[in-house]
């Protein structure tokens, strides 16, 4: 047997019968964000590293261990984007975008980590990104939820998540806290795993979003840094929350919920669920303001949220909400020469006049009943039947393959006719 080559662990393929529940979520992604003013961008999948090392920071398990980092053929350090708020930055930097200037962008597209591959984890993943620059005031941050919160009712998954706040405040109110945490957490180095002995020294903060069971109670005792939010921070983090209330959001005030990247700052979020096991963070957002200044820009103001599709998707799976999605509106059957011909022929008058069918017209030959088996095996609902006989009396027969109706003759007006009512054209 042949040793066939197979995809990288971790990048997977999405077959044909997956793409419909790819291409229906994929567009009502779009229509939300459209119907929010949201302008998308297209961004390069390969950057330079240096841009990942000034925005992610060098001493991170994602520049450290999971970038897929290479040295093209003049030298240059490149890198698979992990992730695509620094590239939207670097674009909108790039190309004068942030003088003076509102946006509010989105993109989509893969993402390269080199991590452990599990369900829900990929080495190849597609994520959708959302930006705002520009905006300083807690409505913005509101404005963001709200978009997700429509995009999970228009997806049927409303329920099935729950939204997550907290305020990290200041960088220089987080500093503070940040040498406050560090002495609670070296008072009690016996009890912290070998993550947290890492983190304590280059993010202790991360130490707080640890999964290990043992460590719980010690971080539930730690000092919380919204004791030490200055009134600015306060303010916004009450008016945000203030505003989701009047609009019936519901929240959980979660205040070991933080970020792995010092670059964030107020507000961060994250919707969560229950229903997908430990990778169970569906959307993760929140302000970056910094970022902006760290990556040669001038001060200004940024928030965005970024959602790794293929979690979405089983999401959807298992609280049954993926749609039924057919490939196929009506199948053509054609049996002899001269009805290949003319089928050929209806076939292109018909893609014209009703748009948005779905048309597949037999290819390679076949008997009728073969001709049937295609059509009934593609899911198609209706099938018309073109033979050598139907051609010389310019008919054509119609046979509803989802019900008991009987085939009905009829001519090329009435099939038109039909078929776009079908499609709600007439």
Known sequence: MANNIQAIRGMHDVLPEQTPIWQYTEQVLRDVLSAYGYSEIRLPIVEKTELFKRSIGEV???VEKEMYTFDDRNGDSLTLRPEGTAGCLRACLEHGLLHNQVHRLWYYGPMYRHERPQKGRYRQFIQLGVETYGMSGPDIDAELILIMDRLWKKLGIRDKVRLQL??????????????????????HLAELDEDSLRRLETNPLRILDTKN????K???DAPELMAYLGDESL???????????????SYEVTTRLVRGLDYYSKTVFEWVTDELGSQGTVCAGGRYDSLIEQLGGKPNFAVGFAMGIERLLALMEVSGNVPLARTVDVYMIRVGETAEREGLRFAETIRNEVPGLKLQMNC?????????????????????ILGEDEVSRGEFG??????EQDQQTLSREQIITFLQELCGLS
Do not use: W
């Open 364 to 384: 390679g030959g076949g008997s009728f009943k073969s001709q049937f088996k295609k059509a009934d095996k593609i899911g198609a609902e209706y099938a018309i």
């Open 166 to 187: 907290n305020s990290l405040g200041t960088i220089a109110e987080r500093l503070v806290y940040r040498e406050t945490l560090v002495t609670y957490f070296q008072a």
């Open 213 to 216: 069971p043992a460590m719980q």
């Open 235 to 249: 303010k916004h983090f009450n008016t945000l929350t203030a505003t989701l209330d009047d609009l019936g959001i």
């Open 398 to 403: 119609l046979k509803s393959l989802r019900s």
């Open 60 to 62: 991170t398990d994602i």
């Open 218 to 220: 010690l971080v539930a």
